[in-house]
């Protein structure tokens, strides 16, 4: 038995059979059972005969009897019939009882260390021929734009998935029911895995290191997403141990169901408006089930993840945005417009070698052209969805939010083509309604100039993922660093203050939707931090009511204006945690309504 322990970043407790995943190439390892070798085997074959009817295709097509050109399809053809690769293939189907992708990799693991011996630097050259080959095979042995689902098809449920990068895209494909948790070796609480993960109730584990390398294929394996622990190749008296835990876990879940219902008021009558942020059309199911007052955010790049951008249409964009909007009303949905980087546009549809599927919703590209630049920068694509947006906005109460705002030019230019936008749809014969206006401050110059932008904005949303990171210069999805991704920071909670200030002066309603709303710790000080208005994973709700309802705002206000004059993060947190804990003690859960 080995326990490990990385970043617990989704609660919950699975246990099931190891399945892994490995990103590059894009390789799923999985058992199969006695019955089924052979049908892998079949595959393989079947993978060989159409690599091969292709090879002669194209041989035929592109060499016009260029004798030069027609060697080398030749010396890919052998390939294809050397027993080196393929029989060795078939042969750790047969022995180790794993899926054809696996056996491939491993053969062509093999093979290359042979060519990797070799001293004659033309010879060693074929290895890229050999590369060449098995790309192709994997291609027929069924990898197809649908890589996410099509990949997991075969995977029995009551699985673990065990992976070396698990993107959001990639998350966002896998079929759930057949998975009870995963864990990854790289990662952190706010990558957007993570964040998908809580909002699907999948128990998850991040920053394990080369964990990947580590779990044979149908191994048991147990993860415990709140403790951050993995256990591979349990006792049966852990197993047991882990399933009293599990039971108690569904037990206190349970226990927070009658917080979903009741509002989220502190003790001293303080209202305090809780939504969800969501990415997938599932999560908006959780939202409601969760008492969410309405869509706080929603991801709207995660669209993306379902086909490549070019066939992401104006209508198809309308239908999804006017479903969300008629599923959440009378309640608002604020649609974060596509907040991704140039790569993860271009990803589409180079394929599966390269081990991508979908646009790749991946630890964005953080300084470069992403977000609204992007979207600047590509009008047609900006316009298509500011056009569906306006579209669809007629069909319940829609909020815009513009994201990595760095400066008040970038809002009036998005302005500009929002506008456009409304003009061709008039032009049309539509009539687009108003839509407030917001923007995600997330950018230091942002938040430092939040008075600028509460002059000319509906509402303004902080960002706190990004705000955090680029405020300490640590990269958020960087496990080596993440120990320094600090909300305590003096700097972080100053500049919200400031922030705050700002909005109030203004009149301008402000909202925080980052990760660190869900912190049962950190919201009290949010709140004493002057905001009223949060927005958070589904899942996270019902601690976060609970813990409003126990607290008293004013003082957390007293709490606030402590902290803002200390100096390090340590003295911070102390300082929190015993205010809370008095706090928590005096106040037995509050009468203001329970309706
Ligand atoms: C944030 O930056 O806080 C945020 C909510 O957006 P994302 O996590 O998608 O960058
Ligand atoms: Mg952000």
Same mark, same amino acid.
Request: net charge negative; charged share 25%.
């Given at each position: ?236 008296? $852990? ?37 969800? %942020? ?10 409601? $089930? ?139 014969? $539509? ?158 859960? %509050? ?5």
């Amino acid at each position: 038995m080995q326990r490990l322990t990385g970043i617990g970043v989704s609660p919950g407790i699975a246990i099931g059979r190891a399945v892994l995943l490995k990103q590059n190439p894009l390789l799923v390892r999985f058992p199969v059972r006695a019955g089924r070798v052979e049908d892998e085997v079949a595959r393989l074959e079947r993978a060989r005969r159409l690599s091969e009817e292709q090879l002669r295709d194209i041989k035929a097509r592109v060499t016009r009897g260029a004798s030069d050109l027609e060697h080398l399809f030749d010396a890919q053809i052998l390939m294809l019939q050397d027993p080196m690769l393929l029989a060795r293939a078939i042969d750790v189907v047969r022995r180790e009882q794993v899926n054809a992708e696996w056996a491939l990799q491993r053969a062509f693991e093999d093979v290359s260390a042979i060519f990797d011996e070799i001293e004659d630097p033309y010879l060693r050259e074929r290895r890229g021929d050999v590369a060449d080959i098995v790309g192709r095979l994997r291609m027929n042995l069924g990898y197809g734009r649908a890589a996410g689902r099509e990949l997991f098809r075969d995977v029995e449920e009551g699985s673990v998935l065990i992976a070396d990068e698990l993107t959001p895209s990639m998350a966002a494909q896998v079929d759930w029911s057949k998975f009870g948790g995963f864990a990854s070796d790289t990662g952190s609480r706010t990558y957007h895995t993570a964040i998908l993960a809580r909002s699907l109730h999948v128990p998850a584990i991040v920053g394990l290191g080369d964990i990947s390398s580590h779990v044979r294929p149908g191994s048991t394996v147990v993860i415990d997403g709140a403790a951050g622990e993995l256990l591979i190749d349990p006792t049966e008296a $852990e197993i047991e141990a882990t399933r009293a835990r599990s039971a108690r876990w569904t037990r206190a879940q349970r226990s927070y169901e009658h917080y979903r219902a009741i509002p989220a008021v502190t003790t001293d009558g303080l209202a305090i408006s809780i939504q969800a %942020n969501v990415e997938l059309p599932d999560d908006l199911l959780f939202a409601q $089930e969760y008492g969410a007052d309405g869509i706080g955010l929603y991801r709207s790049e995660f669209l993306l993840s379902t086909m490549p951008p070019d066939e992401l249409s104006e209508d198809i964009q309308y239908a999804a945005y006017r479903s969300m909007l008629e599923r959440v009303a009378p309640a608002s949905v604020a649609v974060r417009t596509f907040d991704v980087d140039e790569e993860q546009l271009m990803a589409w549809p180079q394929g599966l070698d390269q081990g991508t599927s979908g646009a790749q919703v991946r630890s964005r590209g953080p300084l470069g052209l992403r977000a609204i630049r992007l979207s600047l920068a590509r009008r047609d694509m900006f316009r298509t969805q500011l056009r569906a947006l306006l579209r669809a906005a007629r069909h319940g109460h829609l909020r815009l939010i513009f994201p990595f705002v760095s400066g008040i030019e970038e809002l009036r230019e998005a302005r500009v083509v929002l506008q456009e936008a409304t003009d061709e749809l008039v032009r049309q014969g $539509e009539t687009p309604p108003r839509i407030p206006i917001g923007v995600m401050l997330e950018i230091p110059s942002a938040a430092m100039t939040a008075d600028l932008f509460a002059r000319e904005v509906d509402f303004l949303s902080i960002g706190t993922n990004d705000l955090i990171q680029y405020s300490l210069a640590v990269d958020r999805t960087d496990a080596r660093v993440s120990r320094l991704y600090e909300p305590l920071h003096p700097a972080v909670l100053r500049t919200l203050r400031l922030i705050v200030h700002a909005a109030a002066r203004c009149h301008t309603p402000l909202a925080l939707c980052g990760e660190m709303a869900a912190d049962p710790v950190l919201l009290p000080l949010l709140i004493g931090l002057g905001l009223t208005e949060f927005s958070m994973s589904p899942s996270a709700i019902p601690v976060a009511k609970q813990v409003i309802r126990q607290l008293c705002a004013a003082d957390m206000k007293r709490v606030a204006r402590e902290v803002l004059r200390m100096a390090t993060i340590e003295e911070i947190e102390r300082h929190l945690l015993a205010s809370l804990s008095d706090v928590v003690r005096q106040a037995p859960e %509050n009468g203001n309504g329970g309706k």
